[in-house]
């Protein structure tokens, strides 16, 4: 079985930081790309950052120039280095994965229990 395990929020002062680590774990074959995702409120899960197996990057518009997306790829690791933290920040931050599990023919979408992040102002 796969999964990926989350570590790292908190509660921090505007203006702070906090760095989020995720592992996935199991019988994995390969890791395509991984991500972090937010969802506050009832508002919809939205991009935060996401990165692919060779190291390119994309981040959502609100976290550009903030927060620095990373992996290490013989450890299937991601980790999100968040700076300059806004209370607009807050959230339930998730961690995202395209995994192939050794003896499957296809990729899965695996996602992290979700870990709280709240920005007080």
């Known amino acids: 079985q796969v999964q990926l395990v989350e570590s790292g929020g908190g509660l921090v002062q505007a203006g702070g930081s906090l760095r989020l680590s995720c592992a996935a774990s199991?019988?994995?074959?390969?890791?395509?790309?991984m991500g972090w995702y937010r969802q506050a409120g009832g508002n919809q899960r939205e991009l935060v950052a996401r990165i692919t197996s060779v190291g390119s990057t994309n981040y959502g518009d609100s976290v550009k120039g903030r927060f620095t997306i990373s992996r290490d790829n013989a450890k299937n690791t991601v980790v999100l280095q968040m700076n300059s933290l806004k209370p607009e920040d807050t959230g339930v931050y998730y961690c995202?994965?395209?995994?192939?599990?050794?003896?499957?023919?296809?990729?899965?979408?695996?996602w992290g229990q979700g870990t709280q992040v709240t920005v007080s102002s």
């Open positions: 199991g019988s994995i074959l390969s890791v395509n790309n």
């Open positions: 995202n994965a395209k995994i192939r599990p050794w003896g499957i023919r296809d990729e899965y979408d695996v």
